[in-house]
T-cell receptor, first 114, second 110 residues
Framework: ETGVTQSPTHLIKTRGQQVTLRCSSQ?????VSWYQQALGQGPQFIFQ???????GRGNFPPRFSGLQFPNYSSELNVNALELDDSALYLC?????????????FGSGTRLTVV | EDQVTQSPEALRLQEGESSSLNCSYT??????LFWYRQDPGKGPEFLFT???AGEEKEKERLKATLTKKESFLHITAPKPEDSATYLC???????????FGQGTELSVKP
């Protein structure tokens, strides 16, 4: 059991639609990062939230947005879905702040865009 | 540009056949290097963190080492249950970002 729960586990959406992915972290985990992992590739950093504020962002367009809530849950929202958005989306949370090494990953949400 | 490259992309071993996986990196502001194991359809599972050149860490059949430009994951006498994708990632100075390599898919046959 990782302590980081993501939902849903699988999702199929149509190009142009919007999607919200959810992540529930352990109590006290004040930092959450989201990653996109295409098939056969390593995860790519989308953004990080620390105490409900965006703390850093990777090379992803603004249609990728996020939220972090006081109850240690977070969301990744993707608007105007494109076929290339099909991937495994991972969240990782940490107890010790953005510079902590102790990130725990969830099992991910597999998004398929058709 | 910050970059992490893993080799080989895929590795097939017989049970008991030892080998090494390579992770080379060119980054500025390295704060640590991580190794993860990832099973199909799952999130990465933490194995090791290395902080400075010359450091080594071991866990069961796995041993990770670090130099100034690369890291190795040595697998001694692997078993079929060691089959997985192994990812390395560098932890960056800014924004708590991990930069991952593309992974090495390891298959161990009995």
């Amino acid at each position: 059991e990782t302590g980081v729960t993501q939902s849903p586990t699988h999702l199929i959406k149509t190009r142009g639609q919007q999607v919200t992915l959810r992540c529930s972290s352990q109590s006290g985990h004040n930092t959450v990062s989201w990653y996109q992992q295409a098939l056969g590739q390593g995860p790519q950093f989308i953004f990080q939230y620390y105490r409900e504020e965006e703390n850093g962002r990777g090379n992803f367009p603004p249609r990728f947005s996020g939220l972090q809530f006081p109850n240690y849950s977070s969301e990744l929202n993707v608007n105007a879905l494109e076929l290339d958005d099909s991937a495994l989306y991972l969240c990782a949370s940490s107890l010790g702040g953005p510079n902590s090494y102790g990130y725990t990953f969830g099992s991910g949400t597999r998004l398929t865009v058709v | 540009e910050d970059q992490v490259t893993q080799s080989p992309e895929a590795l097939r071993l017989q049970e008991g056949e030892s080998s090494s996986l390579n992770c080379s990196y060119t980054v500025s502001g390295l704060r640590g290097l991580f190794w993860y194991r990832q099973d199909p359809g799952k999130g990465p599972e933490f194995l090791f963190t290395l902080y400075s050149a010359g450091e080594e860490k071991e866990k069961e059949r796995l041993k990770a080492t670090l130099t100034k430009k690369e890291s190795f994951l040595h697998i001694t006498a692997p078993k079929p249950e060691d089959s997985a994708t192994y990812l390395c990632a560098v932890f960056m100075d800014q924004g708590g970002k991990l930069i991952f390599g593309q992974g090495t898919e390891l298959s161990v046959k009995p």
